[in-house]
């Protein structure tokens, strides 16, 4: 069975600096394509950032491009997101996600999903 497991989060102040990764097992890591995405209380869940398949292409919401970059480790079977700058309204649970194929933005466009984890960042 495919199994995505966050890990990485955790308390930090604004300003600081936090790397979230994502351990997939269950699937052909290199054939898939990785996001990950957050839900802040009361809002809905959107999206943060994405990587194909082979690390060549990436993107980034409006939100976080400048502070957040998305990696991944295909030898690993990991995708890391490190968030640097962090704001009050970085707080979310994140988690990460899987499809096969290019990278989209919609969240309805992954196939498996992870727990999450809780970035919570303090004023």
């Known amino acids: 069975q495919v199994q995505l497991v966050e890990s990485g989060g955790g308390l930090v102040q604004a300003g600081g600096s936090l790397r979230l990764s994502c351990a997939a097992s269950?699937?052909?890591?290199?054939?898939?394509?990785m996001g990950w995405f957050r839900q802040a209380p009361g809002k809905e869940r959107e999206f943060v950032a994405a990587?194909?398949?082979?690390?060549?292409?990436?993107g980034n919401a409006d939100t976080v491009k400048g502070r957040f970059t998305i990696s991944r480790d295909n030898a690993k079977s990991t995708v890391y997101l490190q968030m640097n700058s962090l704001k009050p309204e970085d707080t979310a649970v994140y988690y990460c996600?899987?499809?096969?194929?290019?990278?989209?933005?919609?969240?309805?466009?992954?196939?498996?999903w992870g727990q999450g984890t809780q970035v919570t960042v303090s004023s």
């Open positions: 996600a899987a499809r096969r194929g290019t990278l989209r933005t919609a969240d309805a466009r992954y196939e498996y």
């Open positions: 990587i194909s398949w082979s690390g060549n292409s990436a």
């Open positions: 269950g699937l052909t890591f290199n054939d898939y394509a």
